[in-house]
């Protein structure tokens, strides 16, 4: 289940479950989540949910929101981002959804027939172990979550070669030219490169 942690200068307050379609967050008794510090409005933010997503708002807030220390008027939530709301840190726990954005780029067998031109990955772990996700920019940007700080990156060259990058906070740490069924990890994930030119004998 989704959770929240509420943090004050680095000491945890409380913690919530999730488990209702909405909360509102500020300083005013009659809100879900109470922030009762000064910098917080009386109304400050509010999370909803739709279906698994969830959804962080700003409800004209006079400090706003930050996540991930970006100020934002609207965000969908992911694992282990991090919320601050006046001067508390709020830490969102996803478990389920911390390889969301890699899942929702998943295809099946029959609709990567759409794609005969293009490379693509394969999953060969977690819960949508067999799915395919077809590269179709020139740069292919995967990051799971907050809290897997590494980001994977697939550049493709002018002669349609295919070079990894790893990405830790913004630095490269690696990178390699990938071969047709070479193998890598993203978190607890691991993905199968396949060459394009190998498609037509799928």
Known sequence: MTE???SLNNQILQKFKLAEAKYLLGRSQHCDIILSERTVSAE???????????FLEDL???NGVYVNHLRTQKHCLLDHDLIQIGKYELSFIDPLNRYKQVYELCINTQQLEEFTDLAYLELMSGEKIGSFIP???NQFILRPSAKIAETIRIETTPDRQYVLYLVDKQEVTSSRALQDKDTFRLGELILKFHDPAKLAKL
């Not at 400050?44 to 698994?52: D, E, N």
Request: proline fraction near 0%; glycine fraction near 4%; charge should be positive.
């Open 4 to 6: 929240l942690i509420v």
């Open 60 to 62: 004209a807030s006079t």
């Open 44 to 54: 400050h933010a509010q999370i909803v949910k739709i279906g698994t997503d969830c």
């Open 135 to 137: 590269l179709k920019n």
